[in-house]
């Protein structure tokens, strides 16, 4: 995975009045949790979007009031109206203990299917696997270059070294569809082909 550093401090409490005040100035709650203890704590939340609003996943070096911790973000709760934040949570790594984790998944190749007017379809753009932390990749990917018009790459056909992808194995990642132009373009070319058939045929009857 990808490191990144994001420095904290201790909250010095922990009720509503304290989280309210933290946000209005700027600062997020947040709590980390897997290792013997929780700590509570807040970060910066522009230093924070850095992290969240990333498409790749992180391996964080947490800095909370001078200890360094690894760990990654868990979960993220969000204000319904307002969007902003309203509590993180982080979850501590061990080197030695396996955790799940939702990497990114992202394809390369120009899919055949594609070219002939197939649209790719993404239904998973992360898949939860399970492993070490020094054992996770940054993300998974998927050569599409050869799918063809209804082909398609299942969980059961991705494998990632050193760790185990947790979902249902026939969960369908990415499909290549059929599309009204390819099927309208399909239904030219049969017919202009009958076309042909039916002349040749009128052509040959006239000549006998």
Do not use: W
């Amino acid at each position: 995975m990808k490191k990144v550093s994001l420095s904290g401090s201790l909250r010095e409490g922990v009720g509503k009045k304290d989280a309210k005040e933290l946000r209005a100035n700027g600062r997020v709650p947040a709590v980390l949790y897997g290792g013997d203890t929780q700590t509570h704590f807040h970060v910066s939340s522009i230093e924070l979007d850095k992290i969240v609003y990333s498409p790749d996943v992180f391996q964080i070096e947490l800095d909370i009031n001078g200890k360094k911790t690894k760990a990654i973000i868990k979960d993220s709760q969000f204000h319904p109206v307002t969007d902003n934040y309203v509590h993180i949570d982080f979850l501590e790594l061990f080197d030695d203990r396996e955790v799940v984790i939702k990497l990114p998944v992202r394809t390369v190749g120009n899919s055949v299917g594609v070219i002939a007017g197939g649209a790719k379809i993404m239904n998973f753009r992360k898949l939860a696997v399970r492993g070490l932390p020094g054992d996770m990749p940054d993300d998974i990917v998927l050569n599409v270059a050869k799918m063809k018009i209804g082909d398609a790459i299942r969980v059961r056909d991705i494998s990632v070294e050193g760790c185990t992808i947790v979902q249902a194995p026939s969960d369908v990642v990415v499909a290549i569809k059929t599309t009204r132009a390819a099927m309208s373009a399909a239904a030219a070319s049969a017919s202009g082909g009958d076309e042909e058939e039916t002349e040749e045929a009128s052509e040959e009857a006239a000549a006998e």
